[in-house]
């Protein structure tokens, strides 16, 4: 079975920051990766798929790439509707989520 | 609009049995695969199963595997999942998902229904 690991499990940040996600596949997917978005309460939504492709309606702040086993999710300025938690999934063999990323306010 | 519903949660004894629905409206049902996706309470997400667009393939993450069978009547728009011999690590809220074509990324979700196994 393939396992994703995504660090930081959680992150501090304020509105306006770049931040950064990663997330590591523990063999190669090439680009079968997809992120999504949570919040307390809510379904995930959709962010972007095949590691790069940005889901429609998804603001253009939210950008993925990566290949192989290493991938990243960038937020290039911050949002207050942006904090909540982050999933990557591999699409490669069957389904695997990573364990989650808490963005929160600092 | 696209929508899923699910229905069909509750509360269920160990080893018991429950039916979960989703309804799908807004887009060719019978044109993308399903799938079902879990979430413990406080925890991340679980793949559970998929199911193709005409039931002729169906997968399941292991622990699952010969307790649960997904299925779907696409005259009705409909998913379900069938659980047996359920257990207390099987709570959860379950959502149903539309699987995006060629990409197998969950690209509509449910609102979710929760499945609490207790005695």
């Known amino acids: 079975d393939i396992q994703m690991t995504q660090s930081p499990s959680s992150l501090s940040a304020s509105v306006g920051d770049r931040v950064t996600i990663t997330c590591r596949a523990s063999?190669?997917?090439?680009?079968?990766l997809n992120w999504y978005q949570q919040k307390p309460g809510k379904a995930p939504k959709l962010l972007i798929y095949?590691?790069?492709t940005l889901q429609s309606g998804v603001p253009s702040r939210f950008s993925g790439s990566g290949s192989g086993t290493d991938f990243t999710l960038t937020i290039s300025s911050l949002q207050r509707e942006d904090f909540a938690t982050y999933y990557c999934?591999?699409?490669?063999?069957?389904?695997?989520f990573g364990q989650g990323t808490k963005l929160e306010i600092k | 609009e696209v929508q899923l519903v699910e229905s069909g949660g509750g509360v269920v004894r160990p080893e018991g049995s429950l039916r979960l629905s989703c309804a799908a409206s807004g887009f060719t049902f019978d044109a993308f695969a399903m799938s079902w996706v879990r979430q413990a309470p406080g925890k991340g997400l679980e793949w559970v199963s998929t199911i193709n667009w005409n039931g002729g393939s169906r997968g399941y993450v292991d622990s699952v595997k010969g307790r649960f069978t997904i299925s779907r009547e696409n005259a009705k728009n409909s998913l379900y999942l069938d659980m047996t011999s359920l257990r207390a690590e099987d709570t959860a809220f379950y959502y149903c998902?539309?699987?995006?074509?060629?990409?197998?990324?969950?690209?509509?979700w449910g609102q979710g229904t929760m499945v609490t196994v207790s005695s």
């Open positions: 063999q190669t997917i090439s680009t079968s």
């Open positions: 095949a590691a790069s």
């Open positions: 998902a539309r699987t995006l074509r060629g990409t197998d990324a969950f690209d509509i």
């Open positions: 999934q591999q699409s490669y063999s069957t389904h695997t």
